[in-house]
């Protein structure tokens, strides 16, 4: 028997059998399918046919598989359907095949799937991609049906791997037409994938692949989020995508509903005070930092941010109680106190260079001195050090005002009243 007759006679034996109910009920007769006896044969079958499947002998095994589908589908359904995929792929792929027998087994596994689908329910998360996959590149059938074997897969399984998902999405993109929507859900797939996966370059490439501009996808986003505006999933987009942009303003008008909606949400409040910061809108940044605060009161970074507002205010005592709530919640942490040193070397810039103002260029310096003593690799307070080399107070400065080695000396002076801190000749 040939490999062509093998397939067909598989094909006919399996379609006979589950669409006549005589000729099924006649087999149930031969094969003694309710009696002992039946399960004996059914094993001998199942053990011929696995035999040949272990060695790789795709085409003997074929025969057997069918015989075994044909009398019981379900009794070694959690085998049977998995080697009969396998073979029927082979048997695809192979240069030995021919374009008849290729269709031959075309005509053949969609069936497969079915039963497999229909057998052995928990096989579903395995089979239906690539039911879909099949239908897809083997059989080419319409984008519609493509489509629908796709989204019952991804439907059926919400851990589905992003190869299949990503599939979906070239059918859409590929056939998409103006008498479609595909675009659009290309557009929704792709959007949803870069946020799933934001370190995935490819995903917005698809995105920009469709669009003649990234601005142009801002505003399909846009309408949308308009056509269904309590939509948060579709607000969110928008503002995903108009940040990529890199029009924040825009983003800040999602992320506020967004924010208003669900006012306990970390990452919206977290968007939000970001895309302030990128307008320079310091007021609306500060109270979004306030909030992450009371949501997040164990967050050193909140305290960090929030210092560093009020330090490019120019509200200096504010940004060092913050840089210390920072530091007091993580003490391994020295980027707080860097930031408290630079507050001191900011203050002493905007003055003439006298005594006082290297005094406080001191009190920079030891502070720089502690923040490396805390994290030794903080390259920064490194840089400000040498640069402040020649910005202290030397020992003639000492020596004329009388100042000995050991002396505390407080700071002072009206521009430097905030500071309240001393430092000691060295």
Do not use: C
């Not at 015989?67 to 359907?81: A, D, E, Y």
């Not at 897809?136 to 319409?142: C, S, V």
């Not at 500060?286 to 509200?315: Q, S």
């Not at 810039?349 to 903080?378: C, E, G, H, N, S």
């Amino acid at each position: 028997m040939n490999r062509l007759t093998k397939y067909a006679l598989g094909i006919i034996i399996l379609l006979f059998v589950f669409t006549n109910n005589n000729f099924a009920s006649d087999l149930k007769i031969k094969y003694n399918f309710n009696t002992p006896a039946d399960s004996v044969n059914l094993l001998e079958q199942y053990s011929l046919f696995s035999e040949y499947y272990k060695n790789k002998d795709f085409e003997s095994a074929l025969p057997y598989g069918w015989k075994v589908l044909s009398i019981n589908p379900k009794k070694f359904g959690k085998w049977i359907f998995y080697k009969m995929e396998d073979i029927l792929w082979q048997l695809h792929d192979s240069s030995t095949v021919s374009p008849k027998e290729k269709k031959a087994i075309n005509d053949t596994i969609m069936y497969v799937y079915d039963l497999a689908l229909k057998y052995d329910t928990s096989s579903a998360n395995f089979f239906l991609p690539r039911r879909a996959f099949v239908a897809e590149t083997w059989l080419k059938l319409p984008p519609a049906k493509v489509i629908a074997y796709y989204l019952e897969a991804i439907k059926a399984n919400p851990n589905i791997s992003t190869y299949w998902i990503n599939r979906l999405g070239l059918v859409y993109k590929n056939n998409a037409s103006d008498k479609n929507d595909y675009k659009e859900k290309a557009i929704e797939l792709y959007s949803k994938l870069s946020e799933k996966e934001p370190n995935n370059p490819e995903w917005n490439a698809q995105l920009e692949s469709m669009v003649e501009n990234i601005d142009q996808l801002v505003q399909l986003t846009k309408k949308a989020w308009d056509q269904d505006k309590n939509n948060l999933a579709k607000a969110w987009k928008y503002v995903s995508i108009a940040q990529r942009a890199g029009e924040y303003d825009k983003a800040i008008v999602g992320l506020e509903f967004l924010a208003s909606k669900a006012p306990k949400t970390i990452n919206y409040w977290t968007q939000l005070a970001t895309a302030y910061l990128k307008v320079g809108n310091l007021k609306k940044a500060e109270e979004a930092y306030k909030t992450l605060i009371k949501l997040e009161p164990g967050k050193k970074e909140n305290h960090l941010n929030l210092g560093i507002i009020y330090k490019d205010g120019g509200k200096f005592a504010k940004a060092r109680t913050e840089y210390i709530k920072a530091y007091e919640l993580d003490k391994s942490w020295g980027l707080p106190i860097f930031y408290e040193g630079l507050l001191y070397e900011l203050s002493a810039r905007k003055r003439k260079f006298d005594f006082q103002d290297k005094l406080v260029y001191l009190l920079a310096v030891q502070t720089y001195r502690k923040a490396l003593r805390i994290d030794p690799t903080l390259d920064q307070a490194k840089a400000r050090l040498k640069a402040l080399s020649s910005s202290l107070p030397t020992k003639e400065d000492y020596f004329f005002r009388g100042y000995k080695k050991g002396t505390t000396l407080k700071i002072k002076g009206k521009y430097f009243e905030w500071i309240k801190r001393s430092v000691t000749v060295r």
